[in-house]
């Protein structure tokens, strides 16, 4: 196997600087695979609606050895209140959801334009800077690469060679629309708001606030600082026609009202209307869809950013092998089988949540106003319930079954889970800290036969034997059971017995040699 002609511009030329694109280029430039990224826009976003850092992201940064620095920098959200009406129906609190499931059994609020900022920093530090004003015009695929066309705000083109082109453009995608990919979805019916605020009132508690209302709704993040927080919520329909001249002064202030928020200065305002699409394909050929270019949903559960960074981080160890000869061209099959199934359930559950919360038909104001305050109590008295809600809020709970890169199980590990954390015993490091090698590694608990010793060894593929512990049984790992690791945290394949064929028939089949 060889590695690519390097005489080319580039490895990955990256279209969009959002989240997405600064994580895919952040990871590939860790690695050591050549990147350009590109965008049309003179500076990073300066206002932004996505909040949330999901635990599932945050241990994503753990391996890029920047979580710590993220949650220094956001504000960590450790309750939820659920109010109908006027009325607390529900309080939950995150650190009891995802204790033992996470080391981040929290919810983190942190700016999208501040997280933006802060990648590009890192990103800098590796000596890769985003190139501004600087436009995607067309590109084609050759026989062994693609070539961009593109134009920065002088008028001035140039074209761009790289072994692959990654579309991290957002919902009006240009690299979507060049590849005749469809974007099948809809608009909801409301317009909505969003407003960066400073305000006092006991609700401006640090906690995350989600509130009902006949015909309204409002969900207020706490931010960095005391006081400030994003609310969104919805506008009056009689003024959606108005959209673009409504103020903080067109707001219907009933239920913030009614969940005595003062609001004392308002540092800026929005409105927008909510999508949910999904691509019909995430791939053709050497090009790829990412983030909002491939899939937009309603704001429910924030889980829109943390998606497309989670597809930049499954994309780019798969990039990096095929880009560096250490994996046939055909892993990057798995990237639109694995993340495309995942995008379009998250585009369903959302869109039924957001509907059954926004809409102005009579059985849906039923459902929130009378079902919802009799239900949720009953669903969080139960740990099951809300160790379940974590999982699927905190994208814990994302597996790949089905993938061509999933073989095996044990119990309740199978092959494209996620690798189950085991917090650190004494003097130990817990068993994502080798993940921070961003490289194929077997792991087992318990004992490693020496024949497992001698094939890691010569494979150069690392081993980390971690002392069984009783507690490790309740995660669904089983002892001495071997399981390999994908570079993302994933595992790629699970085997009770150990056995070293297992392990060299799987690298094999794949073309797959760990980083040397």
């Given at each position: 196997?060889?590695?690519?002609?390097?005489?080319?511009?580039?490895?990955v030329?990256?279209?969009?600087?959002?989240?997405?694109?600064l994580?895919?280029?952040?990871?590939?430039?860790?690695?050591?695979?050549?990147?350009?990224?590109?965008?049309?826009?003179?500076?990073?976003?300066?206002?932004?609606?996505?909040?949330?850092?999901?635990?599932?992201?945050?241990?994503?940064?753990?391996?890029?050895?920047?979580?710590?620095?993220?949650?220094?920098?956001?504000?960590?959200?450790?309750a939820?209140?659920?109010?109908?009406?006027?009325?607390?129906?529900?309080?939950?609190?995150?650190?009891?959801?995802?204790?033992?499931?996470?080391?981040?059994?929290?919810?983190?609020?942190?700016?999208?334009?501040?997280?933006?900022?802060?990648?590009?920093?890192?990103l800098?530090?590796?000596?890769?800077?985003?190139?501004?004003?600087?436009?995607?015009?067309?590109?084609?695929?050759?026989?062994?690469?693609?070539?961009?066309?593109?134009?920065?705000?002088?008028?001035?083109?140039?074209?761009?060679?790289?072994?692959?082109?990654?579309?991290?453009?957002?919902?009006?995608?240009?690299?979507?629309?060049?590849?005749?990919?469809?974007?099948?979805?809809?608009?909801?019916e409301?317009?909505?708001?969003?407003?960066?605020?400073?305000a006092?009132?006991?609700?401006?508690?640090?906690e995350?606030?989600?509130?009902?209302?006949?015909?309204?709704?409002?969900?207020?993040?706490?931010?960095?600082?005391?006081?400030r927080?994003?609310?969104?919520?919805?506008?009056?329909?009689?003024?959606?026609?108005?959209?673009?001249?409504?103020?903080?002064?067109?707001?219907?202030?009933?239920?913030?009202?009614?969940?005595?928020?003062?609001?004392?200065?308002?540092?800026?305002?929005?409105?927008?209307?909510?999508?949910?699409?999904?691509?019909?394909?995430?791939?053709?050929?050497?090009?790829?869809?990412?983030?909002?270019?491939?899939?937009?949903?309603?704001?429910?559960?924030?889980?829109?950013?943390?998606?497309?960074?989670?597809?930049?981080?499954?994309?780019?160890?798969?990039?990096?092998?095929?880009v560096?000869?250490?994996?046939?061209?055909?892993?990057?099959?798995?990237?639109?089988?694995?993340?495309?199934?995942?995008?379009?359930?998250?585009?369903?559950?959302?869109?039924?949540a957001?509907?059954?919360?926004?809409?102005?038909?009579?059985?849906?104001?039923?459902?929130?106003?009378?079902?919802?305050?009799?239900?949720?109590p009953?669903?969080?008295?139960?740990?099951?319930?809300?160790?379940?809600?974590?999982?699927?809020?905190?994208?814990?709970?994302?597996?790949?079954?089905?993938?061509?890169?999933?073989?095996?199980?044990?119990?309740?590990?199978?092959?494209?889970?996620?690798?189950?954390?085991?917090?650190?015993?004494?003097?130990?490091?817990?068993?994502?800290?080798?993940?921070?090698?961003?490289?194929?590694?077997?792991?087992?608990?318990?004992?490693?036969?020496?024949?497992m010793?001698?094939?890691?060894?010569?494979?150069?593929?690392?081993?980390?034997?971690?002392?069984?512990?009783?507690?490790?049984?309740?995660?669904?790992?089983?002892?001495?059971?071997?399981?390999?690791?994908?570079?993302?945290?994933?595992?790629?394949?699970?085997?009770?017995?150990?056995?070293?064929?297992?392990?060299t028939?799987?690298?094999?089949?794949?073309?797959?040699?760990?980083?040397?």
């Amino acid at each position: 196997m060889t590695n690519e002609p390097s005489k080319r511009d580039t490895d990955v030329l990256i279209v969009g600087a959002g989240p997405t694109g600064l994580v895919l280029a952040l990871w590939l430039a860790r690695v050591g695979v050549r990147v350009r990224i590109v965008d049309k826009t003179a500076e990073a976003g300066t206002t932004s609606r996505a909040l949330a850092v999901q635990a599932r992201t945050l241990e994503f940064y753990t391996q890029l050895g920047i979580a710590d620095a993220v949650v220094a920098a956001g504000r960590k959200t450790m309750a939820a209140n659920m109010w109908v009406t006027g009325n607390r129906v529900a309080h939950v609190f995150f650190g009891e959801l995802g204790k033992g499931i996470s080391p981040f059994p929290f919810a983190l609020t942190y700016p999208q334009d501040e997280h933006e900022r802060f990648l590009i920093a890192r990103l800098a530090e590796v000596g890769v800077e985003v190139e501004r004003q600087t436009e995607l015009l067309r590109f084609e695929e050759t026989v062994d690469g693609v070539v961009g066309h593109l134009r920065r705000t002088d008028g001035t083109e140039e074209s761009c060679t790289a072994a692959y082109i990654a579309g991290c453009d957002g919902a009006r995608s240009t690299m979507r629309e060049a590849l005749g990919i469809g974007f099948p979805g809809g608009t909801y019916e409301h317009l909505f708001y969003v407003a960066d605020v400073q305000a006092s009132g006991e609700t401006m508690n640090g906690e995350l606030q989600v509130a009902l209302d006949r015909t309204d709704f409002l969900v207020v993040f706490p931010l960095k600082g005391d006081g400030r927080a994003r609310l969104i919520g919805t506008i009056r329909q009689e003024l959606e026609a108005q959209a673009e001249k409504l103020t903080w002064e067109d707001v219907n202030n009933r239920v913030i009202d009614a969940m005595r928020i003062d609001v004392e200065r308002v540092n800026w305002f929005s409105t927008y209307r909510v999508h949910h699409r999904v691509a019909d394909h995430f791939r053709k050929g050497r090009a790829f869809l990412l983030g909002d270019a491939a899939h937009i949903h309603s704001p429910v559960g924030g889980q829109g950013m943390n998606t497309g960074i989670g597809d930049a981080v499954n994309l780019a160890w798969k990039l990096a092998a095929v880009v560096q000869g250490r994996a046939n061209a055909a892993l990057l099959d798995s990237y639109e089988t694995e993340r495309i199934g995942f995008a379009r359930t998250l585009v369903a559950t959302t869109d039924q949540a957001f509907t059954s919360v926004t809409s102005s038909g009579t059985m849906a104001r039923l459902i929130r106003l009378h079902i919802v305050p009799l239900l949720l109590p009953l669903l969080f008295a139960f740990e099951a319930t809300r160790r379940v809600m974590f999982r699927r809020v905190s994208q814990t709970s994302i597996h790949y079954e089905g993938s061509s890169l999933s073989v095996g199980w044990t119990e309740t590990v199978e092959g494209g889970d996620r690798l189950p954390w085991v917090q650190h015993a004494d003097g130990e490091k817990d068993n994502f800290a080798p993940l921070a090698s961003l490289d194929w590694q077997v792991h087992i608990y318990g004992e490693a036969s020496q024949e497992m010793r001698t094939v890691c060894e010569t494979r150069k593929l690392p081993l980390h034997v971690f002392p069984w512990r009783a507690e490790i049984r309740r995660t669904g790992l089983w002892r001495n059971a071997a399981y390999l690791i994908r570079p993302d945290g994933y595992v790629g394949m699970a085997d009770a017995v150990a056995s070293t064929a297992a392990v060299t028939s799987y690298l094999d089949a794949r073309g797959i040699l760990p980083v040397r």
